[in-house]
């Protein structure tokens, strides 16, 4: 090295002082024989004109000194004095083991105590501890294996150079290599070189290469390995335990002493959540004394602590801090939601929701979706304050919230775009809920509505994960296969009509093409094939899969010949049953099968209503049913099949059957509440009281009117039954609003 500075300052007259540092490992002058050099460059001015040109020299011949002569790998970097108190814990770490190995003695001093004064302490120890776990977790966290990594593995030279970081950041002297250390990196340069690259795993194969090299017997040697390996990993673990006896600041305003973090003065309310998130995470206690009052709130400081976790967030809660940065979150705190479903106070509710966010596990589908995004500090933030609008119950909780979300990140002065994604998330974190739980995921006219309301890729992943995690904290078994289901598919078609690559066209002629090109493998009369998809609805072509529509088509030819169909399929991915029904359309047909669900206490979740327009028209019905949340009982759907069949011929009437099993036929539906969207078809959303009922009242009422059921949704949440009816008038006409409101407020007396 110091025949290349030498060269470059003969090349370079006008050079202003420079210092080359050795890092790493090259700095501890340990080199196993194919490691990497790594070299960082320190100028004295910046603004010098030779500068530019001299550095692009000396890489060059580095390059060609180490890379094309040497064979080795050389890493550098260009760092400047000014350049300390942004260097992150990995460029911190190469330079704590820093030597000169040519230039300024000067520049380097500087450097080494600028890195002094801007130690980020908590900061640092957080960060060496994670990556010393993660390397546990990928390689083997304990040093009693048979192949170990003699680097990064429990065991390995690096608990060794971890050991001393963590003791030098908190103000201890390093020690210097141990026997143990010395005999692991002697086997590991001796890996090196039998491997005729850069190889840490010690392999049976090179265990017995090596231990012949050494005239040693292989077991021994091991044996001998993994004590050595104990030690250090040993070394490691009491310099762990070292910390929480120790005494340094995790934040200006926030120190760790004997294994607890206090705060002290008053400090900064986003120093103060810093602090407090760097000891959750390193696994200290918070003492439980209330803070003062702080000093402003450094936003982006306290929006990266609470997006840590629940641990943080109740340690920031057991010091009084959460309370000062979000006083309407605390004021919540012994507030109970008005509706029956919730287990638990809106504070408490909203820490679970924090929780399920948590703990979504990596290789899961919602757990991977976490993964992928890259900022969640507006989710975590957007979830404190999704119910804070429940203290003023005179008003929608959502909207109020959101206001109450837009003056928080106002006065934590946070970026508009931030800003706008959490008063976002929190205005809408109710609608995906309501989308899976009410409306048909298979239309793409659903799809295509809620694909504008979220408008984009990062938003549509934020809110799928709220939806999860809000829905499943309200109470146990709150979240259901159903919704689970669902909430994947409305993603999955979302996603892909967002990224303009949706296999679900509108258009049925699409769809019409695609279906008679499959239909054409079939030994059937193709005359008869295209007439049956000319007379499929566009809604039932659009939601419908080809492979569906193929059995589908056998049912109606069934039907056609006075052969009504009732065929049952158990989804395990819903707890449901579904039932397909299939016979020539009659009158009030949907309301009568809707009886007969009612009248065996069946909870219909799903409904796709199809007339084909064929010479004689045919009712081609799917039913979602379930039995106390469950797939219906095979003695149960027996009955309810037999029982179809009897209505459908005629040999039972509703009206008979319901009386028979207690209840009331003649009963209307008057306490709702209802919203009307227009549209082909129309979207008719209901809210009544729980019960079972309801889709039969509702059905009756709609054939009443003339209109068309040709698919509705029911969920039952909060206490209250929720439906979706796609609606269209006689011959398929669109409804005005007005028109239905008209009708249902007739019948109305309001909630």
Partial sequence: MQVLYDDLQSSHRELPALALIATGGYGRSELSPYSDIDITVVPSDEASPDLDQAIRHLFQDLHWAFCTALRMDVGYAYRLIADAPGLDAKSRTGLMDMRLVAGSHELARQLEAALVESFEVGEFILAKVTEREQMFHKYHDT?????????????GIRCFHCANWLREA?????????????????????????????????????????????????YEMMAGIVASGVSLHNYYRSAREKIAQSRFALSKGVLALQGEARLVGQPDGG?????????????????????????????????????????????????GLLGQLLPDLAACRTLVPTDAVHEYTVFEHTMRVIRYLDTLPSG??????????????PLYLAVLLHDVGKAYPEKD????????????????????????????????????????????????????????????????ALLTLFTYADVSAVADGAWTPAQDTFLRELFVRTDALLRGNSQFSPDPAVYRQRLLRQLKSQKEDEGAQKAFVESLPSYYLTSTHPEVIRLHL?????????????????????????????????????????????????SVGGIRACTTMTEQPVALDVFTVSFSARPVPTATINQVTATILDVIAGKVS????????????????????????????????????????MPFRFSRLIADQGWNVIAARVGQWAGNAT????????????????DVDQVLKAISVGT
């Fill in 723 to 738: 439906a979706a009816f796609y609606l269209q008038g006689p011959k398929g006409a669109s409804l005005r609003k007005e």
């Fill in 554 to 602: 056998d049912f109606v030819k069934k039907a056609m010949a006075g052969e009504p169909t009732v065929e049952l399929f158990h989804r395990s991915d819903i707890s449901a049953t579904e039932i397909t029904i299939c016979t020539l359309d009659a009158p009030g047909l949907l309301s009568k099968v809707l009886g007969v669900f009612y009248a065996y206490d069946l």
């Fill in 143 to 155: 040093p009693l294996v048979v192949e170990p990594n003699l680097k990064e593995g429990a065991g």
């Fill in 397 to 460: 909780h959502s909207l109020v919230g959101a206001e109450i979300a837009r003056r928080v990140c106002s006065e934590w002065k946070l970026a508009t775009g931030i800003c706008e994604t959490v008063e976002w998330l929190v205005a809408e974190h109710l609608t995906m809920a309501r989308f899976i739980r009410v409306r048909d995921i298979m239309n793409p006219q659903t799809v295509e509505e809620f694909s504008q309301i979220v408008s984009d890729l990062n938003r549509l």
């Fill in 654 to 693: 509703v009206e008979e059957l319901l009386v028979q099993r207690g209840k009331d036929p003649s009963r209307t539906q008057q306490v709702f509440k209802h919203t009307f969207v227009e549209g082909s078809p129309g979207i008719l959303e209901i809210r009544s009281p729980r019960g079972r009922g």
């Fill in 170 to 218: 908190i103000g201890e002297r390093a020690s210097r290599p141990t026997k143990d250390y010395d005999d692991i990196l002697r086997i590991r340069n001796l890996l090196h070189l039998n491997a005729n690259k850069h190889q840490d795993l010690l392999s049976r194969q090179r265990q017995a290469q090596i231990a012949d090299q050494l005239q040693m017997d292989m």
């Fill in 271 to 319: 120093e103060a959540a810093v602090g407090i998130a760097l000891g959750t995470q390193l696994g200290l206690k918070v003492a439980d004394i209330a803070v003062a009052q702080t000093e402003g709130v450094r936003g982006p400081a306290v929006m990266y602590a609470i997006s840590t976790g629940e641990t943080t967030l109740r340690n920031m809660d057991r010091c």
């Fill in 364 to 377: 899961s589908f919602l757990g991977d979706l976490k993964d992928g995004i890259n900022d969640l500090e």
